[in-house]
Nanobody
Framework: QVRLVESGGGPVQAGGSLRLSCAASGRTFSNYYMGWFRQAPGKEREFVAA????????RYADSVKGRFTISRDNTKNTVYLQMNSLIPEDTAVYYC????????????????WGQGTQDTVSS
């Protein structure tokens, strides 16, 4: 069992920045690929970013590439999502997720999920 707790969300104006954190507890954090997903009102959950267990490989959704950066600190059991140049379309609940088996953009393959943190970007 892996427990994930997100933090760092909140209101921000367009063009601003936020840094989300996801603290993990339970099994060995460094054994897991980590991902960030988001869900806007009335929309399906979508992939945002993912990072390999070592942090050496990352992947991003086209909509956030160049603006968001995913990173991890295995000594702190934490994964981060730095979000810059935010736009109103980034408004969503952001979830972190853990996946032991696959470096994937597909939510269905992630085994553990946090409760989510709300980001609201105003224009």
């Amino acid at each position: 069992q892996v427990r994930l707790v997100e933090s760092g969300g909140g209101p921000v104006q367009a063009g601003g920045s936020l840094r989300l954190s996801c603290a993990a507890s339970g099994r060995t954090f460094s054994n897991y690929y980590m991902g960030w997903f988001r869900q806007a009102p009335g929309k399906e959950r979508e992939f945002v970013a993912a990072i390999s267990w070592s942090g050496g490989s990352t992947r991003y959704a086209d909509s956030v590439k160049g603006r968001f950066t995913i990173s991890r600190d295995n000594t702190k059991n934490t994964v981060y999502l730095q979000m810059n140049s935010l736009i109103p379309e980034d408004t969503a609940v952001y979830y972190c997720a853990a996946n032991a088996a696959s470096y994937t953009v597909l939510a269905k393959y992630y085994d553990y999920w946090g409760q989510g943190t709300q980001d609201t970007v105003s224009s």
